[in-house]
């Protein structure tokens, strides 16, 4: 699926990625001032920069917290405690016999921009720009009393005021920008769902009308082409058997195919042998060649899947292709299950199938389909008929771990 | 291959993102703009300066077009191509003032290529944005250490680096954070929703069940059961029963060929177009598809489409009697033209409909939209399954 996040959950999701970005930065700005200490007080051994580097640790450490643990506590600790070590740290770098400040100011902005990636917690852009706002206005107030502190000329600092308005802006942008797509997720998620129940019932719909197919149409077909005066014989059971399958309710039961493919059938009980026995009973020679055995490697459902096809493939050799004699092929691979029904009957080309098209269509292809099998015919008019079913066979690895 | 990228796996957020991503971009030109002005007097070189301002126009401006819906998703080579622009922009820079540069921190080529890089946070996934990242600090960095000497104020080299590279590193690390994040939250959000949706349809399937078997039932109660009741009590064929099974075959074949070959599409218009507030009866909807080919879309596609199509029915300024959707094959490809009338202005149809589109093309090999008010023209195409 590609719908993404619904509307009413996508805020809470962005929200908490913007914390953890925000954060990386305060990590990145916190890194950096720290790393700057250490440079200056290498390059001035005379200086006395640990304090400046002691001050970064505590600000690390509430600042993994408030990542972590995404409470006003944390958060609010953050800025309080970290104030505190931002003044700490300026007071040291100022404090210098030789000011470092006129160096490069932006070395003691960088621990001021950390307090501004408070991140916070709250949901909605407001909260967040609102923790923002506190996390300048702590920093520039505690870097303000530690420059006034020190007694040197207070410069103003512009790097953190504009890294301020950049990350409100970007919040309030990303903000505004989620309006529109908000609209448009119900109807997405509406669609989704109902193209499910479609999906669904369709497939139902399949079984019933191939089941339908099978029974009660072939039956009817068989009364139609009766002599008349015919005694009804043979197909009273047949008959009385539909009735009660179709008006019970079990024949359209959506099984799961993950269920059924433990099970496999054997020869004797797949679905192709009793299609094969049940067209023989209607008077068709059928000579069976090939792997026969390779049917067991069918889950249940693509057997009895199998079997029904071949049985309509069957019937129609019966009834269109005058002949009375069918070749039944079965080969078999790692793969998959090849099943050829061959005819050297009358034939038909596509075109002029229009009346009996339901049969090769539904009951034939479209079941095959619905178990991820595919069906091919090749017919000429006068030369007979080829239609070629493959079935996916069960994995040997599923097999044995199903038995 | 769908790659893990906020874009991809969220595809009606996109739309809405482009604006961030072109006010980003702009930004960062605005700043680079304002800092050159500021710094006019340190320039050496105005070819290199120049230079570099048109190579971060050409990053930005290829970056938002890119990152338009109808170009998505936006790759890995785009995402090359603006980060080679940009580090070539600030090497540029670099030159523009080499020899009189007195500061690093009113250099903008890191921060610019940070803040684009933030702007690519959607659109790629977090490794790739690390990797640049990184290798575009040390580059810089490296460019920082030769111009040491030249600086007005005396400090470690290392220190000018630092300055230099912890905004790049700090605004690529967290634009990866949030590529990552925001691809975590939205994959483990699908994997819930399609849990629950699975939850419901089975919940469902009794009563779809039912109402299918009712349908059947219908016909069976009405002919054939009769039918049959009173062949097995008489025990014969006769000639009339003969004419009367052909005849219940022939009406039970007929209703089943028309539901089997009707698609979920007609179906979906025959649903979509029921009465409502403010709009009565069927939609006037032409479906063309004579091969059959909507079978062959995978539901993603289904449900992409089937969006789209409820949207554009609900909309009050639709014109309900023309629509047409039409599917044809060409080769393996299947192309799809739907035509609609939409009174509605370019930028309302663009913004209201963008979720949609942006939707469509993400799971269509190929789709293109063409609006000549009042008439919208939607072209897509879809592999034969």
Redesign the interface.
Known sequence: MTLGLPSHLAPQSINRSYAKAIHVVGFSSLIGSLLAAIAFQAAEPDDVLWPAMIAVLPLLALLWLDDRRRSSFYAASYLIVGAACVYWYILTFYSQTEPIVSSDAFSIALPKIALVMVGGVGRGVSVRIAWCVAGYAAAEIASTLAILQSGRHYEFDATTLLTFVATVAILSLAHLSRRRSRLSQPLLYRAARDEQLAAMRSRIELKAAALMHDTVLSHLAAIAGAAPGTPIGSLRDPIERDLQILIGEEWLSDESPEVDSRSRTDWQQSGLFSAIQESRAMGLDIESTGDLSAVSRLDREASTALGLAVKQCLVNVLRHSGTDRAEVAVYGSEAEVSVMVIDSGRGFSEAETGADRLGLRNSVRRRIESVGGAVQVWSTPGRGTSIMIRVPAVRASLIEGGS | M?ERTRQ?????????????TI??SV?AFGYALVLTALGASEVTNPVFTVGALVALAAAGGILIAMASPYRAPLTARTHFVVQGLALGAALFEALGHWTRNE???DDWGAICLGVLL?AL?SYRPAREIVVGTTVSALLLGFLTLLQAPQLS????P???V??AI?PL???G??????SR??VE??AR??RR??EA??G??KE??DG???S??Q???TI?NRD??PF?TE??A??????P???R??Q??DS??RV??E??DRS?LE??IE?AGGTGPGRSGAAKIVVDDEDRLAASMA??Q???L??LL??LI?TPNFDRSDLRISLTASGRQCLGRLVANLSLSEFLLR??F???FA?IR??FTDMSIDFDAPTLTLRFSYEHQ
């Open positions: 769908r991809q796996l969220d595809p009606a957020s996109t739309p809405g993102i482009r604006i961030v006010a980003l930004g500061w690093i921190r933030v946070g104020t005396k400090a470690p290392i220190a000018f630092i300055v912890v590193l700090s605004l690390y967290a634009s990866a954070v949030f994040e925001i939250s939205t959000w699908q929703a399609s949706s699975v419901l349809v469902l399937r779809v069940t039912r299918v078997q349908d059947r039932v069976l054939v059961l049959f062949l097995l008489t025990g014969t064929i006769s000639n029963d003969r004419a099974a052909r219940i075959a039970i074949r089943m060929v539901e089997v979920w179906n979906v649903l539901a993603d289904r449900t992409a089937r969006a409820v949207a609900e913004s209201n963008a979720p949609y939707v993400s799971v």
